[in-house]
């Protein structure tokens, strides 16, 4: 079944920076790659999404870029605010059957 | 906005104990999700619903069952709870579409802690 690495498992930035972070998938067949945030005491919320017939998708100060022959993708925020602290869960998925990365928390310093 | 409600936030059983974790969504979703969110592990998908009195098998649907008995509420059911079913419970909810479990709307969670 499929696998999905997410590194690094912790960032801190100081704020204005940006920060990335990496995800890898192992079944070339996955289509569908979301990228959700999950605030202190919340439930993770998709920020953005992006399928596997698109190489990068923008959105305000998120980013998120695909390489589909190395098989990973990348979540970019610029511009940090302290605000963008969380934890960040990448995904892929082929027909419904998703996976998750195991998560990376992002601390903003301000 | 879409809203998902987990009936509890923080709970304390005993090994042994049956334990109901109660969802209920308001945006008329077709399909409803359990996760378990553990440290180090992300997100694993215990069971899922397309439809009223319909479930299916995810990932590690072991020592777990669930009920819909009305498309709004989606129970997670611990038959016999054990120390090792500890975590954090997600509840989720999407729109019937193509792929069920694109664009998820998720509960704020229940910290289970199990004795």
């Known amino acids: 079944g499929e696998n999905v690495e997410q590194h690094p498992s912790t960032l801190s930035v100081q704020e204005g920076d940006s920060a990335v972070i990496k995800c890898t998938y192992s079944?070339?067949?996955?289509?569908?790659f979301p990228w959700y945030k999950q605030e202190l005491g919340k439930g993770p919320q998709l920020i953005i999404d992006i399928r596997s017939n698109v190489g990068e998708k923008k959105d305000q100060r998120i980013a998120v870029t695909l390489n589909k022959t190395a098989k990973h993708f990348s979540l970019h925020i610029t511009e940090t605010q302290p605000e963008d602290s969380a934890v960040y869960f990448c995904a892929a998925s082929k027909k419904g059957d998703m996976r998750f990365g195991a998560g990376t928390r992002l601390t903003v310093k301000p | 906005d879409v809203k998902v409600t987990q009936s509890s936030r923080y709970l304390v059983k005993r090994t042994g104990e049956k334990v109901f974790l109660e969802c209920v969504q308001d945006m008329d979703h077709e399909n409803m999700f359990w996760y378990r969110q553990d440290p180090g592990l992300g997100l694993r998908l215990i069971y899922f619903?397309?439809?009223?009195?319909?479930?299916e098998k995810g990932d590690i649907p072991e020592g777990y069952s669930v009920s819909r008995e009305k498309k709004e509420r989606f129970s997670l059911i611990l038959e016999s709870a054990s120390t090792n079913q500890t975590s954090m419970y997600l509840c989720?909810?999407?729109?019937?579409?193509?792929?069920?479990?694109?664009?998820?709307?998720f509960g704020s969670g229940t910290q289970l802690s199990v004795l």
């Open positions: 619903s397309y439809d009223v009195k319909m479930k």
């Open positions: 079944d070339s067949a996955s289509n569908y």
């Open positions: 989720a909810s999407s729109l019937l579409g193509v792929v069920a479990n694109e664009k998820l709307f």
